[in-house]
T-cell receptor, first 113, second 112 residues
C-alpha cells in the first residue's frame, strides 16, 4: 500500500528558530494536507494543497506541494512554544478511494523557550 | 459547540468485553471516518461512510462493526476486545473528496 515518510521524526529547537519538515510518498497524490496534533486531542487541519507546485501560507506556516506530486514540505517561521506538537502530512487521491487520507508517521516538534 | 464529538473520552475494559464508541458531527458533512492511532502515533483508516453508506472498509477484524444511523452519526462497536485493540480511536468528517478532515478529540481505549 501507499506509504508516507516524514522527516525528521523529531526536532528540538529554540524559540524563534525556523522549522522545516517534509513528507515523501512512494506514489502520486493530487491533494496534500498538513495537520497538527496537540496532546490528548485530534489532529487539526493547518493547510491544504491542491496543485503541483502550489505554495500556501497560513500565518507563520507555509506549505508546498512538490512538483513531482510525491512530496510536500512544511515550514514554520519564528517558532513559539505553542508550536509544540506532532505534525502529520496526509495525501489524498480526489477521485479515488472516497476521500481516504493516507497519513505520514509524524514529526514531533519540541520548542524550548 | 463541538464540531465532531466522541464519547467516551476514555474507556478501560477487560479482555473479552464488548464496547461501543459514539461519534456525532454537527458540520453537515456527508462523509465520516474512523481512524485508529497506535502507540507510535501512526494513524490508520478503518472505515468510511458517505450518507449512511459504507464506502471504505480496510482490513479490520470483523469484531469491529461500524453503524451509521444517519449522516451525522457514526458509531463503532467492538466485540470480544483483545489487548491489541488498545489505541486511540478518532472519528472524523469531511465535506467532500479531496478536502481535509475535522477530527474528534479521540477515545483512548485500554484493554486489560
Amino acid at each position: 500500500g501507499q506509504q508516507l515518510n516524514q522527516s525528521p521524526q523529531s526536532m528540538f529547537i529554540q524559540e524563534g528558530e525556523d522549522v522545516s519538515m517534509n513528507c515523501t510518498s512512494s506514489s502520486i497524490f493530487n491533494t496534500w494536507l498538513w495537520y497538527k496534533q496537540d496532546p490528548g486531542e485530534g489532529p487539526v487541519l493547518l493547510i491544504a494543497l491542491y496543485k503541483a507546485g502550489e505554495l500556501t501560507s497560513n500565518g507563520r506556516l507555509t506549505a508546498q506541494f512538490g512538483t513531482t506530486r510525491k512530496d510536500s514540505f512544511l515550514n514554520i517561521s519564528a517558532s513559539i512554544p505553542s508550536d509544540v506538537g506532532i505534525y502529520f502530512c496526509a495525501g489524498q487521491l480526489r477521485n479515488f478511494g472516497a476521500g481516504k487520507s493516507t497519513f505520514g508517521d509524524g514529526t514531533t516538534l519540541t520548542v524550548k523557550p | 459547540d463541538t464540531a465532531v464529538s466522541q464519547t467516551p473520552k476514555y474507556l478501560v475494559t477487560q479482555m473479552g468485553n464488548d464496547k461501543s464508541i459514539k461519534c456525532e458531527q454537527n458540520l453537515g458533512h456527508d462523509t465520516m471516518y474512523w481512524y485508529k492511532q497506535d502507540s507510535k502515533k501512526f494513524l490508520k483508516i478503518m472505515f468510511s461512510y458517505n450518507n449512511k453508506e459504507l464506502i471504505i472498509n480496510e482490513t479490520v477484524p470483523n469484531r469491529f462493526s461500524p453503524k451509521s444511523p444517519d449522516k451525522a452519526h457514526l458509531n463503532l462497536h467492538i466485540n470480544s476486545l483483545e489487548l491489541g485493540d488498545s489505541a486511540v480511536y478518532f472519528c472524523a468528517s469531511s465535506q467532500a473528496k479531496g478536502r481535509g478532515y475535522t477530527f474528534g478529540s479521540g477515545t483512548r481505549l485500554t484493554v486489560v
